[in-house]
């Protein structure tokens, strides 16, 4: 091509005197790229609904290839969207309906913004990885961010930019539903596996037509929600807010997530969205956040039902001072924030703060540039359900999956020779294991566990339903037709296990029993399973039964009957193969516990890292006075960051040496004493043996995924330092404290190697 050098050095001229500028003049937010000064530039544009529009969320409201809504609410909406009074529509995907509503957004409004476009993508879009739980089991960082990654790319590849994940809330009590959208109950574990999504979604560059922008949610404390009951009160110290619930955002921000999603419960008795301490002095001020804060699905709203606002004009008032940007679904920033200004009420600072935020997040991702970047239907059909993505979920899958217990090595099973019957409806099921949050996956297109089995054809395979999973007399049970207590398939199942050399039993939840809103206050195995288990039990012991589950279960009687027991969760679209190649050998499970199983449901909240207590031991023999239940142990039934491998594991030659006067170096002799390779998390604790404010027993501060081979030794190093010894005070400061420390390393929290230290 022919150049006009000219040209081309006016253009750098021009280039050189527009950079100068910028770095002498604008200095907004700290920052001084071109992006800043677009944004500036749009919003000296904008009117005051215009900027507000932008804050505005709306759920996609009608069948865009179709007519245009004449009246109603789908009316008013379309009216706004036409008018530029709309900054984001969530659940509107396929790229002809995304292109549909960009085009009149960008080519029907007066200034032409272009739409942020939002979707649910927890697990995956069509094409499904495990629950966020049960991939954060798998410990593997790399699968994680790769899950991720795949999941974004089939997400943009049909319009969508923007997720709502990844959830980083810690929570410790598994009657609340939502565990299964999270990492479970440790910050520092929560806090690597958050940087590993968002850096997944968000990739290296967010204007790449495979990258979405990612959301850390629900800021903050929803995880603690009482009584495990979702949407509850959340009533925390600063303790554990600073020290518990905080890292994993903060990790989230600093790994550069664009978005934060406030919460639905409230904290100090103030909700979430209208909380300037989490959202103004916190988030936007000590932590210097600049991305954009969105509300949850009509929370400002439900600032009335709470009783801290009067209605919805007090509630838009409330959190936009607060610090939410964006309104999703409450209709209250674009009905009531323009009369506010007018009136006084809020300050027109706070919505051009607001605006910038959001449309500063557009300008990154590269749509205004290319409004139709994320449309093409060649790139939609290419993508969804491809090679590599199922490659990518499957391979997540099965380092998702947690061998529990393996007596007398009745797993892996042989390849042949073996008279196998497979029981359980959960077998043959090809949706529930798709999990919950599974907006745009297709019923019945889970590899069920049936179908994986069928895959090692030289044994002889028997299937049984045995029962109906069953939910209770429940309204969601009457929904799908369930018949709470039916046992008339436990006579084929008890008949097909009779003459089976080994039985798999494959029980749980439905993919839909845990999940938002599905709080439980029971947590053993629902409907007649438990029943199914010691019928088919009582004829048969060598059984191996396999979870499918959404949370932590009590699993007692399994764990004082059954020999071999397998977490495989709900593992999304790749499931029955992932579960198969664990239980024939082919794939030798390195899954660790995310959360701790309690032994009850009257232990929950149980977790292991909490706190001595005055009286944390048995004083005397026969004394009752300590912290303790007189009817069951203070023990999980399986501790965070339990899980066995067909191969096994020697710790030895713990060392510690000090580097300087505030890090040590921790060094432990792992060795492979099995006789199949396989894959150990080496896991790190420590203890701060006497601080300012009181410490855990134990504190996760570094885990290594290492691979050895029979008899193979390996030496696998930490370094310690005042970022993991330290903690934060209740004023929220980080602080250091020298004096005496312990040091624990095993393959679990319940580990097999301590060494004390001084700092």
């Known amino acids: 091509m022919k150049r006009n050098h000219k040209y081309i050095t006016l253009l750098v001229l021009l280039f050189f005197i527009s950079s100068c500028k910028e770095n002498e003049e604008i200095k907004l937010e700290g920052k001084t790229d071109s992006i800043e000064q677009k944004v500036t530039d749009l919003l000296a544009k904008m009117t005051l609904e215009e900027k507000i529009g932008q804050m ?132 520092y574990l929560g806090s690597k596996i958050a940087v590993a999504r968002v850096q997944g979604f968000q990739g290296e560059d967010l204007s790449s037509p495979e990258t979405i922008a990612a959301c850390a949610k629900h800021w903050a404390g929803y995880g603690f929600a009482e009584s495990g009951r979702d949407y509850n009160t959340v009533d925390v110290g600063t303790s554990t807010l600073n020290n518990i619930i905080f890292p994993p955002f903060k ?38 956040y600049d991305g954009f804060v969105v509300s949850d699905w009509g929370s400002i709203n439900e600032m009335i039902a709470h009783g801290f606002a009067e209605d919805k004009k007090a509630a838009a008032r409330l959190a936009v001072v607060a610090g939410s940007d964006m309104d999703m679904e409450s209709y209250a920033y674009v009905d009531e924030l323009a009369n506010l200004v007018r009136e006084g009420q809020v300050d027109e600072a706070l919505i051009n703060d607001a605006a910038r935020r959001i449309l500063r997040v557009k300008f990154e991702l590269g749509l205004f540039d290319d409004p139709y970047k994320y449309c ?77 089995m069928l895959q090692y054809p030289d044994n002889h395979l028997t299937y049984a339903k045995g029962a109906d999973l069953t939910y209770g007399e429940t309204t969601f049970a009457k929904e799908l037709n369930i018949n709470t207590s039916d046992k008339r398939g436990f006579t084929e199942a008890v008949s097909v296990a009779k003459s089976a050399d080994v039985v798999v039993m494959v029980l749980g939840e439905h993919g839909f029993q845990s999940g938002e809103g599905r709080s439980r206050t029971h947590l053993d195995l629902p409907g007649v399973q438990q029943e199914l288990l010691e019928a088919v039990y009582a004829v048969n012991k060598n059984i191996v039964l396999v979870l499918n589950n959404g949370r932590p279960l009590t699993l007692t009687w399994a764990d004082e009957h059954i020999p071999a027991i397998v977490e495989a969760w709900q593992l999304g679209t790749q499931s029955g193969n992932a579960i198969a190649q664990v239980l024939y050998g082919d794939y030798n499970p ?69 580097i ?36 855990p027993v134990k504190e996760l501060k570094g885990f290594e995924l290492i691979v050895l081979n029979p008899e193979e030794k390996k030496t696998v190093s930490f370094v310690l330092t005042k970022n993991e010894l330290g903690f934060f005070d209740n004023s929220g400061t980080f602080v250091f404290e020298s004096g005496d420390f312990k040091v624990f390393v095993g393959g679990s929290s319940d580990t097999v190697l301590e060494q004390n230290f001084k700092l």
């Open 251 to 288: 990790a989230a921000a600093d790994a550069g997530v664009k978005t934060f999603m406030n919460s639905f419960n409230e904290l100090n008795g103030i909700p979430a969205t209208g909380n300037a301490f989490l959202q103004r002095d916190i988030l936007k001020g000590k932590w210097n």
């Open 590 to 658: 390195s899954g660790k516990l995310p959360m701790s199983f309690p032994r009850t449901v009257g232990q929950v909240p149980i977790y292991y890292n909490y706190k001595n207590t005055g009286r944390p031991v048995i004083p005397a023999p026969n004394e009752v006075f300590w912290s303790h239940y007189t009817d069951e142990s203070n023990k999980p039934l399986y501790p965070f960051g339990h899980g066995l491998s067909y191969t096994s594991f020697s710790y030895s030659n713990l060392q510690i040496n000090k």
């Open 56 to 187: 505005n969320q709306y759920n996609g409201f009608w069948d865009v290839t179709g007519p245009t809504p004449a009246d109603g609410d789908a009316a008013k909406k379309y009216e706004h969207l036409k008018k530029g009074y709309v900054g984001s529509m969530l659940n509107v995907r396929g790229v002809e309906e995304v292109r549909a509503v960009q085009k009149i957004a960008v080519e029907e409004t007066r200034l032409g913004i272009p739409l942020i476009i939002g979707f649910d993508v927890i697990h995956g879009y069509e094409t499904l990885s495990p629950i966020p739980l049960a991939e954060a089991a798998s410990w593997d960082l790399e699968a994680i961010k790769k899950s991720a990654q795949v999941a974004a790319k089939e997400a943009a590849a049909v319009g969508i930019n923007w997720t709502f994940a990844p959830m980083v809330d810690i929570s410790r009590d598994a009657r609340w539903g939502r565990v299964m959208e999270g990492a479970g109950e440790d910050p």
């Open 376 to 452: 093409n239907l060649e790139t939609e059909k290419a993508v969804i359900g491809s090679k590599e993505i199922q490659d990518a979920v499957l391979d997540v899958a099965k380092k998702s999956i947690v061998l529990l217990k393996n007596e007398n090595k009745l797993l892996p099973l042989k390849k042949s020779g073996q008279n196998i019957a497979l029981i359980g409806t959960l077998a043959a099921d090809k949706t529930s294991p798709l999990g919950s949050w599974r907006i745009a996956s297709k019923d019945s297109t889970a590899v069920s566990v049936l179908e994986g």
């Open 660 to 695: 300087s006067k505030d890090e040590v170096n921790v060094s432990v002799e792992v060795a492979n004493t099995g006789s199949l390779s396989g894959k150990e998390v080496v896991q790190l604790y420590i203890r701060d043996e006497v601080a300012s404010i009181t410490r």
